[in-house]
């Protein structure tokens, strides 16, 4: 193959022709995700272009390695910088989102150190135990999750041993045969997931984040929340779960609508999202509520450039002093937490953490999942945060129930 490439590129404009593959490879990188954003769930092409990504980034010449890496960071990544206007730094937007696609062409970058198909294929699966800068979105057995291969470690080296092999094996009449490898990494057995025993009403709300935490949106947003609550009390549900932050305020400063939500869990237990200021300390919790009693589950995992900042002390103080207005990072919780409501046992999950191995950890069948999706609309990131939690969800045998502001809230398996 890399013979073919080398004689087409020979044949035209060469900056031209790397520039070219370097697209085609990220478009083939990333189409599972678009197509999932329109609706288009095909497990055939989604497949096929996975596999076709993949031996393009272990054959394509170097300089298209790393315009493929630039634009897959961009065509997975370009919604980043959304959320910086909300602390008076939109300008941050472009910047941001280049440095994203920027960074990724720079850890990916390390293919193009080498044209040897071997030693691209053992970095690329190196690579897929990396998370930089504890971001850990880009997962490369992503691109299978809606496909006939599987999602696990061995799979993946399955596929890429298959794909490197007919290089080496070039003079021999059974050149192609390694590609036969590729079907000890088909979704054989699939996990057992299973369904929680209780009648769970998931609200989706549409409350814009500018709008979110302004003080005339409060009254509105609390009476949409109770109207929510009573209408899934009515119709018999067993739990409603509403979605991260849903009350914009310090639920522990705020007793009355505590009371409130105490006297409703009689009829119906209530999972929601809120913030509490704690020995001068803030956490992103979630509040269960049930038979007049309430507990609350901290966040495990942070958003790295969000909710934290992953750099040394130094540089943490001066990027929240610039960017966050002084704001300290969130404080989290030691281990994950689980409710258990009507006898049924559920890990919680917040936003990111429904997207990371930590929260999985133990007996886990069910996670309910909040999240607030708002900071980035409109844009992919509801979509690409939906297809990894199917990633964990099915990686793990868990089913998620997740509720979200903007796009998002469904039945995760």
Known sequence: MIKKIQTIRDSCNPLLFDLTCGVITALLFSAFIYLEHFGITLKIINTLFGLFALALLLYIPKRSVLSAVFFIGLLWFYWIGYSFKYNNVGYMEPIVTILFALI????????????????????LFGLSFVEPFDFNWLQIELLFVDSYLGIYKYQLFLVLLALSLP???????????????????????????????????????????DKKWQKESLAPTIELIFKE???????????????????????????????????????????????????????NV?????????????????????EYIPLPKFAQEFINKIFFGGASDF????????????????????????????????????VLAISNNAWFAPSIEPTLQKL?????????GTTIYHSANYKGSGIIK
């Open 104 to 123: 990724y062409m720079l850890f990916f970058g390390v293919l193009a150190l080498t044209n040897s198909v071997a030693i691209r294929a053992v970095l």
């Open 229 to 283: 609550i009573h209408e899934a009390k009515n119709s018999g549900y067993d739990l409603v779960v509403l979605p991260e932050s849903v009350f914009p305020l310090y639920m522990n400063k705020a007793p009355q609508i505590i009371e409130e939500l105490r006297y409703l869990s009689h009829n119906i237990a209530i999972v929601a999202g809120s913030l509490l200021s704690e020995d001068g300390m803030q956490y």
């Open 167 to 209: 290089f080496y094996l070039k003079k021999s009449s059974y050149r192609y045969a390694p590609l036969l490898l590729i079907i000890l990494g088909i979704n054989f057995t699939p996990p057992i997931q299973k369904e929680a025993p209780l009648k769970i009403k998931l609200v989706s709300t549409d409350i814009l984040q």
């Open 286 to 306: 979630t509040y269960m509520f049930e038979n007049g009693k309430f507990e609350v589950a901290k966040k495990l995992v942070l958003v790295p450039f969000g």
């Open 331 to 366: 404080k989290t919780a030691a281990t994950p937490t689980d409710f258990t409501i009507k006898g049924v046992k559920f890990r919680n999950a917040i936003c990111y953490e429904a997207t990371c191995q930590e929260i999985y950890g133990g007996d886990v069948d069910f």
């Open 388 to 396: 990894l939690m199917r990633y964990y969800a099915r990686k793990n």
